[in-house]
């Protein structure tokens, strides 16, 4: 688990890409905002990997957060690295379609949101970013129960509800659930996808339905980072819940 971090909106915003690599792999699970190569370089470097060592990119989803400093990960790597994602989020990251997300209610709420003393230049480079999002190729499309032969296997789970073709994964050797923002971490307590940022909350949950049939021992969220205790308890109890 990578810990990427840096001010957003005036506050520190803290978000986990995750790094699975052996001898002859280094796969990397979602790319962080734009702009943030510096930090993906001192954090994988602490784990003995160069950005020019990734080989595969898995993308979890569509959101800006996830996808943003893939194309100058692509750029820095001569387009080596082989780009992975769900067909129903490809459309999305190679910019045929808009983002979901981007609505222009969405658009007129950020800016609303902007403290009054960020400079006009860094407030119109912050907007022309969510109008104008980073794009990729996605070079592999993988569906809901692929194993990847990498690493000891990675399960591709399809977990619809934040996105539409959200997924998450499950690392087979290490038992541990790769959840994206199917799950996150809030306050040492495993929860749900925040509903302000979720598409369609019925599906989400149903999602964690299918999560808490894995034996999992760790959970990896994006947003609020690693979970250990009882996984498989505290997936049931939110289902219940």
Known sequence: MLDISAMMMGNVDTIHPTLIHDDHHAILVDSGYPGQIPLFTQALESHGIRIQDLTHVILSHQDIDHIGSLPAMLQLTDNRIEVLASEGEKPFIEGDQMILKITPEALAAAEAML????????????????????????NRVIHDGDVLPMCGGIEIIATPGHTPGHISLYHIPSKTLIAADALRVVDGRLCGPDPEQTLNMTQAMDSIAKLAGYNAESVICYHGGLYRDNVPQALQNLVRS
């Open 115 to 138: 403290p009054a003393n960020v400079p006009e230049e860094w407030k119109q480079a912050f907007l022309s970013t969510l109008k104008n999002p980073p794009q990729s190729p996605v």
